[in-house]
């Protein structure tokens, strides 16, 4: 039985990837950080595991993800402070990358967003700013890691329901200005599949909302 680890695992989109995930036949542990949280993430049939991955040491999240087969990055600031900002999306995620290759665990998906990258084209001024540099510097880090990656980028987040029907058109070939609105739903049907699919590895998904079947639209 394959074992996941999800970071983040209170969030949106991982609280509906774990179920789908065990659906698949996976053991899923989630990790939080806040205690309260407990009960809703046992309820999707995952594993709380109470943990800051923030303020670990190396050490200790190379523990963390001992024993697991791959790692979901789903955490997320949410906003709030540039230091805050800088401190999960940037650190910690990257953090989590070198425990990985140090417990061995190959296998990581990270969720960033359509459109992240080095040149993303945020005004310094603007409150997007520091999450979008703090997403280009994680997604170049685990672009040059050693791990068999796979990075999601879905478009602005909403809480539609699923159809598993993505537009799988890059950033750079949309309209300027486009939200490429995409469910939480989807994203998760998105992991899910790709973290199945051998041929996502080394590959960057950006995706929203479409006509395309998942299945065919993660075809390279």
Sequence with gaps: MQKVLIIGGHGKVALLLAPLLKA???????VIRNAAHIDDVAATGATPVVHDVVSSSHEELTELLAGHDAVIWSAGAGG?????????DRDAAIASMEAAAAAGVQRYLMV????ARADHGVPAENSFFAYAEA??????HLR????????????????DVPTGLIDPTPATAREAGASGNTSRANTALVAAA???R??????TIEFSDGQVAIEKALTP
């Design 112 to 115: 960033s967003y359509l459109g």
């Design 194 to 196: 790709a973290l199945q």
């Design 24 to 30: 698949a036949g996976m053991e899923v542990t989630s």
């Design 80 to 88: 709030g402070s540039p230091e805050r900002t800088y401190a999960v």
């Design 144 to 159: 040059s890691s050693s791990l068999a990656w796979t990075i999601l980028a879905p478009g602005a987040l909403t809480l």
């Design 135 to 140: 997403k280009a510097a994680a997604d170049a």
């Design 198 to 203: 051998p041929d996502t590895i080394m590959r």
